[in-house]
């Protein structure tokens, strides 16, 4: 399955990554975002082991990933979006 990031999950990614690196160092960042990344990876083999949030937005799905939520649709069999990755504790806009 093709994994498709929108522009907001890109520029959290970002914020996450400078956070990360002013708060822990470059290391922290570096193997943060690479966790990261192959949290995402996963959902290309099993894109249905997000939690439906249907209270958000229909058809949305949520994966945890430590402190962080990220929030994803299918686009079609082939595909899903990346639509944010978002801190636990923010109030959810997507």
Not at 65 to 72: A, E, P, T, V
């Amino acid at each position: 399955m093709r994994i498709k990031i929108s522009p907001l999950a890109k520029n959290d990614i970002k914020a996450i990554a400078r956070y990360t690196e002013q708060r822990w160092g470059r290391s922290k960042r570096q193997s943060y975002l690479k966790a990261l990344d192959s949290r995402i990876m996963q959902l290309a083999d099993f894109p249905e082991s997000g939690v439906a949030c249907d209270e958000i937005l229909p058809n949305y799905r949520k994966l945890s990933f430590n402190q962080h939520l990220i929030f994803y649709r299918r686009l079609n069999v082939e595909s899903l979006l990346i639509v944010r990755i978002l801190h636990q504790s923010m109030d959810v806009k997507l």
